[in-house]
Nanobody, 122 residues
Framework: QVQLVESGGGLVQTGGSLRLSCAAS????????MGWFRQAPGKEREFVAS????????HYADSVKGRFTISRDNAKSTVFLQMNSLKPEDTAVYYC???????????????WGQGTQVTVSS
C-alpha cells in the first residue's frame, strides 16, 4: 500500500508559476513510476506527466510540454510538478498517482492522492 498526499496548489495569475509536491509513504517509493493527472470541472481526468522510478524517463501531455517539469527525489519519497507559464485552461484539481510502469493511462496507476486545487486567473 502507498499513501500519497499532494500539496502546493493555489491561486495564481496567468503566466505565473506553482510547484506541486506529492509525498509518499508506505511501500518503497523508488519502486514506483509516478504520474500527475488533472481534472477540470465537468471534464475527464487527463494525463499531465509521468516519470520512471529512476527519474530517467519522463513523458508529458502536449498541452503542458515545455511549461511543466516533473521530477522526483527518492530519498525524500516525493515527486514534484513545476508548472510555469500557467494558463487559465490549466485550472483543475491535480492528482499524483503511483504505478508499476510509466504510462499516460489512468488504469496503469494503482494508488492515487486526494488532489490539490490549482486555479489560474485571467
Amino acid at each position: 500500500q502507498v499513501q500519497l498526499v499532494e500539496s502546493g496548489g493555489g491561486l495564481v495569475q496567468t503566466g505565473g508559476s506553482l510547484r506541486l509536491s506529492c509525498a509518499a509513504s508506505g511501500r518503497t517509493f523508488s519502486s514506483y513510476a509516478m504520474g500527475w493527472f488533472r481534472q477540470a470541472p465537468g471534464k475527464e481526468r487527463e494525463f499531465v506527466a509521468s516519470i520512471s522510478w529512476s527519474g530517467g524517463t519522463t513523458h508529458y501531455a502536449d498541452s503542458v510540454k515545455g511549461r511543466f517539469t516533473i521530477s522526483r527525489d527518492n530519498a525524500k519519497s516525493t515527486v514534484f510538478l513545476q508548472m510555469n507559464s500557467l494558463k487559465p485552461e490549466d485550472t483543475a484539481v491535480y492528482y499524483c498517482a503511483a504505478g508499476l510502469s510509466v504510462s499516460s493511462r489512468r488504469a496503469t496507476y494503482n494508488y492515487w492522492g486526494q488532489g490539490t486545487q490549482v486555479t489560474v486567473s485571467s
